[in-house]
């Protein structure tokens, strides 16, 4: 099973940034496409920033160009997002997200979905 462990999480002030990391304790860790996402108090949980297997990213319109999504393959299993001029909208708590594919729900034979324990970002001043 897949494990996701976040962290990086705290109180900045608008403007400021921040560098979340999630950890990934599995194997195979280089097949994996890796999401973060975020989920603001009284909202749904959105999808922040991806990056695929090959390296490939895609954000969402509200952070392109000033939130980056990257991986460590080689030494660390981790992925990152670089969070810079941060506004006081986005406190939230951010997720870390994969499909595990060596798990499948017999039901529907889709991959299970893996979720991080969340780390809560602050922007205030």
């Known amino acids: 099973q897949v494990r996701l462990v976040e962290s990086g999480g705290g109180l900045v002030q608008p403007g400021g940034s921040l560098r979340l990391s999630c950890a990934v304790d599995?194997?195979?860790?280089?097949?994996?496409?890796m999401d973060w996402y975020r989920q603001a108090p009284g909202k749904q949980r959105d999808l922040v920033a991806t990056?695929?297997?090959?390296?490939?990213?895609?954000y969402a319109d509200s952070v392109k160009g000033r939130f980056t999504i990257s991986r460590d393959n080689a030494k660390t299993n981790t992925v990152y997002l670089q969070m810079n001029s941060l506004k006081p909208e986005e406190t939230a708590v951010y997720y870390c997200?994969?499909?595990?594919?060596?798990?499948?729900?017999?039901?529907?034979?889709?991959?299970?979905?893996?979720w991080g324990q969340g780390t809560l970002v602050t922007v205030s001043s």
């Open positions: 997200h994969t499909e595990d594919l060596e798990a499948v729900d017999t039901e529907t034979d889709k991959f299970l979905e893996r």
């Open positions: 599995g194997s195979n860790f280089t097949y994996y496409n």
């Open positions: 990056i695929l297997h090959n390296n490939s990213t895609n």
